[in-house]
């Protein structure tokens, strides 16, 4: 999952990208509202945290804008006003959450789960296809009910594709939601992990059917 915070202060900035990257989530910092509203219209991303009060347009601003694009990423504001009517502003001006400073960062993590489940794909902590299972929590993988250690990245990997079950997923969507924007992909770099997930998920259960499948000259599906 791809996150993009939009916060003036470097400090509280680079605090939450450090814990997200620990949940295994890519981060984009942006610490201008007017860069955090370019890379939000240019970029793919599963939720955007975006503070209240920043410099060159403010995350009212923000909001109302992205919405009257049609962007319908996930918003949770991000503030220090706790007054009822700034909560309702926020929210009326297209947000979808609203978290108060200073907050705790499990918290912090709870709302993201909790909007990140939004979409009908998405309505469990727990995702399933055939005998895998992946627990977005705990980051546990099963297969058959034998754990499966993944990397950080292979459990992106396999989270992004679980959460689109039979469909057909282009490279660069992969890349978009899997990797930031500061991470230095080679073309080769989705097959390679592509790669480590079949060894690790498909290879070791040669009596079932595999479940990571190429499309050549499309993408990957994940499919029983």
Same mark, same amino acid.
């Given at each position: ?124 902590? #727990?995702?399933?296809?055939? /005998?895998?299972?992946? %627990?977005? +929590?705990?980051?546990? =993988?099963?297969?058959?009910? !034998? ?27 992969? #890349?978009?939601?899997?990797? /930031?924007?500061?991470? %230095?992909? +080679?073309?080769?770099? =989705?097959?390679?992990?592509? !790669? ?29």
């Amino acid at each position: 999952m791809r996150i993009l915070v939009v916060e003036d202060e470097h400090r509280i900035a680079n605090s939450i990208k450090k814990g997200l990257q620990l949940e295994k989530y890519a981060v984009d910092l942006a610490y201008t509202g007017t860069d955090g509203y370019d890379l939000a219209v240019t970029e793919e991303y599963d939720l955007i945290l975006l503070d209240l009060m920043l410099p060159g347009m403010d995350g009212i601003q923000i909001c109302m804008k992205l919405r009257q694009k049609q962007i319908h990423t996930p918003i949770l504001m991000l503030t220090a006003k706790s007054q009822t009517d700034d909560k309702i502003e926020g929210l009326d001006s297209g947000a979808d959450d609203y978290l108060t400073k200073p907050f705790s960062f499990e918290e912090l993590l709870a709302r993201i789960r909790a909007l990140i489940r939004r979409p009908p794909n998405s309505l469990s902590n #727990i995702l399933t296809i055939g /005998d895998i299972s992946l %627990n977005t +929590l705990n980051f546990e =993988v099963k297969r058959q009910n !034998k754990p499966i250690t993944l990397s950080g990245k292979e459990f992106s990997l396999l989270e992004y594709l679980m959460r689109h079950p039979g469909q057909i997923i282009k490279k660069d969507q992969i #890349i978009n939601h899997v990797w /930031d924007y500061e991470s %230095n992909i +080679l073309p080769n770099t =989705v097959e390679v992990y592509i !790669k480590k997930l079949r060894q690790k998920i498909d290879n070791p259960f040669p009596k079932q059917k595999p479940l990571i499948h190429t499309v050549r000259g499309f993408g990957y599906k994940i499919s029983n």
